[in-house]
């Protein structure tokens, strides 16, 4: 016999889970013979009108309507067990889902807010016979799949019998389809079976189980997320009544609050961002029993911070009741593998990372040949769930020591039963550590883990990406464009803080004798390449410190910057006066004035005028860094919109307008009908417009300028006379008016991306088609949806110059606002633009999630003659190809 391994396998408790026949629905039918007269669902719509369903009621209901779709004409094309559901969250909703399962069906939610792309996609792959919706929904966005509400389910299902159905009984068939978009992009479709939900409810009843006095439990998230299952169907099947709460209060914290109050909900699933907005919510309350029911408090989704788990603890101060517990998953696997329980604040201390799981401290015995003899366990909480393994392993596929990172892979009962149509099937493989059948598949999770101190620790994506503002980061990627930097020799670009409020993006390099050794100005030489959301802090070290195995030591680099004091670099030059900030204002002004005073620097105005009674544009602001301030503040946790931050006379105001937000509301999106209106854009608009355009593009264009004197206002007249009559048939353009005085101030000019008009100019002017259509051509042809009716071609937006720049700023949002609503309501899948103006761009990326196709250094451009006609413009005048499918 060899010696004990200590390696990186934790192995969860085994149950008969093979001898188990139970489906969703049996067990459902146990549950109503025990609380029939029970509510089962309650539903308080936005009128305060009450739906209480109970169990005996539900049973029946759900019994007609699963006859009603076992009847349903299923097309040859179509799946014979696949019911998409497109409905809002009411009582109606769970109740639809029950149906599905009754009928021997899997249920494959859809979201309304879906791009029109990733619905057409999921349609087409998993080929639902029906889809499910809302009565005004629109049926266009469904075309080729059959639709029916629920009133003509409900109606056609009055004459049907009342008994359950008899199906055939099969814990592997499919239950739930669940899309998830992965480390690919490309949204594939995860096969939960009977069996496979179960597993993880039966975990969950046991080792979690509900109170007795736990009568209510909630139903707020989103149907497309794997959170909502255990949501759902943990809280039917164990006869408990289901709250269904609808977004608008999720993401209201003061109205989530009273709902939990309310019903006294007992236990909550959350994202660590809302779990942050609901502390500082109730930092705003001055009342220590506020939530006193709700014990357990579930994350998953994102990482914890343990600063954020340290702040939980310290508002229940006085409540010893509470459970903070990490969750980590994902779909593949059922939601959850593995999680950490805290209920005591000295569990944080010296935390660096709060756990996603305990080790289980089960001791493997393996004998020369690498097979196992025997184990021994010593059961605590916080292993893997029942009838489940994980294992840390390197690339190729061994098990690595405790202590050393390698990729996580999950075998056990968890496991979905792969993708639709085997998309990406190399993510689910043969378990190489098999003893077991039932563990012989893996799901390869790309998540990097270790073990340690009987702890496994979550270390990060394999693939090195990050969340910046939403946009996925990939670190090797802005590591490549600082190496390219001239007098770069070596550089390792870190994320400090990942997935906290604070986290920032570093990079640390080592430069050559005689290069360049100011980090700012390495970084104005990055902002020729990289969007404003990828630029890194650049840190000039020495040298890049090396573990004794070779490999980078991330940690002293990290420390580095802490010790240094790079990460306060702003207090050195800002000096925020606080004076008279009430009390109850302080926390956000803490972030508001440090954030102001960062944005505008140190021109802006001085150390002491970042203050109470300052007005942003006296200080220095602009319409570009008022934009920038708005997502910095959103970043920080505090949500205010763009017009009302421009609008405020002083700090004070804005103070007033800031709120607390989760990463998951959306910027302000209205279009304020009362000062403007938008029109189609027709021949009454044709002086006015032609006015707007030349006057504008003549005088500030960020391309002609680098042409001139060789462009006259004549060349964009003559431009427009040619454009015109196509502009007004495709019927794509608007033209924006004043509600005061009627007069027009902006014009949006658009095409459909593959119906555009052929232009011939004899100008300069030129120049300018020539190089838009050097960049955008490639991308048109290898990265966009072809045909007509699939992309809107956004060539040309612009304002009166009558307009001051916080009027600029408000009328180009609205513009952007309006845009996207007119492709949305023609159907476009999608937006194509190229802005040459840093406000649009700020607008694109980081207001309205514009997706960077190509960034390009405008003074690099070599027209088809050999000159460089941009050749005068600085570095960092940049070019920004994007993209925005309609959400």
């Known amino acids: ?135 005004e929904a629109d049926p266009s966005i469904f075309e080729g799949t059959k639709t029916v509400t629920y009133e003509q389910l409900l109606e056609q299902s009055r004459h049907e019998g009342q008994e359950d159905l008899e199906i055939e009984e099969d814990p592997e068939r499919t239950a739930i389809v669940l899309y998830t978009s992965g480390s690919t992009g490309t949204p594939k479709g995860v096969l939960l079976s009977h069996a496979t939900v179960l597993n993880r409810l039966r975990w969950q009843w046991r080792e979690l189980p509900y109170k007795s006095d736990e009568q209510y439990c909630i139903f707020k998230t989103s149907l497309t997320f794997v959170d909502s299952v255990s949501e759902i169907w943990g809280s039917l099947l164990q006869g408990r009544c289901l709250v269904v709460v609808p977004k608008h209060v999720t993401r209201d914290p003061e109205k989530f609050v009273q709902v939990l109050e309310k019903h006294k909900i007992q236990r909550l699933v959350l994202v660590p961002s809302l779990l942050y907005s609901m502390l500082m919510y109730l930092s705003l309350r ?47 696997i059922m939601g959850d593998v593995t999680y950490h329980l805290i209920n005591d604040q000295t569990q944080l201390q010296s935390m660096e990372k709060v756990p996603i799981g305990k080790r289980n401290f089960t001791i493997l015995y393996f004998s020369d040949n690498r097979s196992l003899i025997t184990e021994r366990k010593n059961d605590i909480s916080g292993k893997p769930l029942d009838n489940c393994i994980i294992y840390i392993v390197n690339k190729e596929m061994r098990l690595v020591p405790q202590g050393e990172v390698g990729e996580l892979i999950v075998a056990g009962r968890n496991l979905a039963a792969g993708y639709i149509r085997d998309n990406d099937s190399h993510k689910f493989q043969d378990n190489p550590h098999a003893i077991d059948p039932e563990y012989s598949r893996v799901y390869c999770t790309g998540d990097y883990a270790r073990i340690s101190k009987g702890m496994v620790i979550y270390e990060g994506r394999m693939d090195s990406q990050i969340k910046i503002r939403g946009h996925r980061v990939d670190l090797t990627e802005v590591e490549k464009a600082v190496s390219k930097v001239p007098g770069i020799d070596n550089v390792v670009v870190l994320c400090y803080k990942p997935g906290e409020l604070s986290q920032t993006l570093l990079a640390f390099v080592t430069v050559a004798a005689g290069s360049c050794s100011c980090g700012k100005k390495i970084e104005g030489i990055l902002q020729a390449t990289l969007p404003p959301y990828m630029l890194p802090r650049v840190i000039v070290v020495d040298g890049i410190p090396l573990l004794t195995n070779g490999k980078t030591d991330r940690q002293a680099l990290l420390k580095h910057y802490e010790s240094s004091n790079l990460n306060n670099e702003n207090e050195e030059f800002v000096n925020c006066d606080y004076t008279g900030v009430p009390d109850e204002d302080l926390a956000k002004a803490r972030v508001l004035f440090p954030t102001v005073a960062s944005v505008i620097g140190g021109g802006g105005g001085g150390r002491s005028n970042v203050k109470l009674d300052a007005n942003f544009y006296e200080l220095g602001g602009n319409s570009l860094n008022s934009i920038y301030t708005v997502t910095k503040l959103r970043d920080q946790g505090y949500e205010i919109g763009i017009t009302e931050f421009i609008t405020a006379k002083d700090l004070a105001e804005v103070l007033s307008r800031m709120r607390i937000s989760a990463d998951d509301v959306s910027p302000e999106n209205n279009i304020n009908e009362d000062e403007y209106t938008f029109e189609m854009l027709n021949d009454s608009h044709k002086k006015d417009a032609i006015e707007i355009i030349t006057e504008s593009f003549y005088s500030k264009a960020d391309l002609e300028q680098w042409l001139m004197p060789g462009i006259a206002k004549d060349d964009y007249r003559i431009m427009m006379e040619i454009l015109w009559e196509p502009l007004v048939e495709k019927n794509l353009s608007f033209a924006v008016k004043s509600a005061r005085d009627g007069r027009t101030i902006a014009v949006g000019l658009n095409f459909d991306l593959w119906d555009e008009p052929e232009l ?42 009558d307009l001051n720049p916080a009027e600029n700023v408000i009328m180009m949002k609205a513009m952007e606002e309006y845009c996207l609503k007119l492709a949305k309501r023609k159907e476009y899948a999608g937006i194509f633009t190229t802005n040459t103006s840093p406000l649009t761009q700020q607008l694109g990326t980081d207001v309205f999630g514009y997706d960077t196709m190509l960034t390009y250094q405008v003074n690099k451009y070599c027209a088809p003659d050999g000159t460089k006609p941009f050749g005068e413009a600085p570095d960092n005048q940049l070019a920004i190809c994007s993209l925005k499918m309609i959400v």
């Open 1 to 135: 016999m060899g010696t004990i391994l200590q390696q990186s396998v934790l192995k969860g408790r085994q149950t008969n889970a093979s001898k188990e026949k139970d489906l969703l629905h049996t067990l459902f039918k146990q549950t109503v013979e025990n609380n029939s007269s029970q509510p089962a669902i309650y539903y308080e719509d936005d009128d305060g009108k009450v739906y209480t369903i109970t169990y005996e009621e539900l049973n029946l209901l759900t019994n007609r309507l699963a006859r009603v779709l076992q009847k349903c004409e299923k097309p040859e094309n179509s799946s014979q067990s696949f019911v998409a559901v497109c409905m809002k969250p009411s009582h109606r909703l769970p109740a639809m889902l029950l149906a599905i399962i009754k009928a021997g069906m899997a249920y494959l939610p859809l979201d309304v807010d879906f791009p029109m792309s990733r619905m057409k996609h999921v349609l087409q792959e998993a080929k639902p016979f029906v889809v499910l919706v809302e009565e």
């Open 286 to 332: 001055d009342k220590e029993n506020i939530l006193r029911s709700l014990r357990l408090w579930i994350c998953s989704g994102e990482t914890l911070p343990v600063a954020l788990a340290d702040e939980f603890f310290t508002r229940f101060a006085h409540d010893d009741n509470k459970i903070l517990a990490n969750f980590y998953g994902s779909t593949e």
């Open 760 to 801: 011939i100019l004899d100008s300069k002017l030129t120049i300018v088609f020539e190089f838009l259509e050097h960049l955008e051509a490639p991308i048109r042809e290898r990265k966009l949806p072809k045909g007509k009716g699939q992309i809107i071609h956004n060539f040309m937006m612009t304002t009166s110059s």
